[in-house]
């Protein structure tokens, strides 16, 4: 970043056309570049990357995001510039490197806090649903995990314990930015740079979107590499919606 504040950042996508940038390079003191994800090895000298949502929770992000242990946001098209380049000064100013960041990330922590995750009754319904997902996509564990500004903190997991980690180590820092599933075949070769656990090979995970936010991650994880396919992609998004709804309805302070 300059001594004037200017901020540096480069936008990827997977769009082939080309086009000197994206809409937040017209924001006040935001020097913007557009490249193609495929053809990004480095960030060089820019202070930020900017990810569109067609490359959210990839791979290749992932790999980028490491190879240049950088900040990163990600912004889909409903979310407006001056919102996107607040985040993008943000997170170069605290440090928010090695992992992606959601454009909406203040709105995102404030939903965070504003759910009490202690209620007896809502961690009752938790481990409830950390149960049926394990036993519906018959995974070796379950685990429901809090996206944090630093860390993932775990609310419950069966069949496998987990300490609290960074979000730097944690892959569901990756699933929050996407309204999807997140699904890694084998998160031992991945770019993410995280382990769900030592003898746990792959991960998947769908977002818990309760105040209009993806505030955590409802997943599952198997020893055997590639278990999970779209048909329990489908089975755990719908698992999330009903934990979500828990969320909200037990946890609201």
């Known amino acids: 970043m300059s001594d004037e504040g200017e901020l540096s950042v480069v936008h990827v996508t997977t769009d082939t056309t080309e086009r000197a940038g994206p809409a937040v390079g017209a924001a006040d003191g935001i020097d913007a570049s557009h490249r193609r994800i495929d053809e990004a090895a480095d960030v060089g000298d820019a202070d ?45 100013a605290e440090g928010w490197r090695g992992y992606p960041v959601p454009a909406s990330e203040r709105a995102r922590l404030d939903a965070l806090g504003a759910y009490d995750f202690d209620d007896p009754t809502l961690r009752a319904h938790l481990r409830g649903m950390t ?12 685990f429901v995990g809090l996206v944090g500004e630093r860390h993932e903190t775990f609310l419950t997991a069966e069949g496998v314990d987990l300490p609290d980690r960074e979000r730097g180590r944690a892959v569901c820092a990756h699933g929050i930015t996407n309204d999807g599933v997140l699904a890694v075949d084998d998160v031992t070769a991945s770019e993410r740079g ?8 792959s991960y998947a995970g769908a977002p818990l979107v309760a105040g209009g936010e993806r505030v955590g991650m409802l997943c599952v994880a198997d020893d055997e590499a590639g278990a999970f396919d779209e048909a329990d992609a489908a089975v755990l998004e719908r698992l999330a919606e009903q934990t979500a709804r828990h969320v909200e309805r037990y946890g609201a302070t």
């Open 48 to 92: 930020a990357l900017l990810a569109g949502a067609d490359v959210a929770g990839s791979e290749a992000l992932a790999g980028l995001i490491r190879a240049n242990d950088a900040a990163c946001v990600v912004a889909d098209p409903t979310t407006d510039d001056e919102t996107t380049a607040g985040t993008l000064r943000r997170a170069v």
């Open 131 to 142: 149960t049926t997902a394990r036993e519906c996509l018959d995974a070796r564990a379950a």
């Open 194 to 201: 995280a382990r769900v656990a030592p003898d746990l090979a």
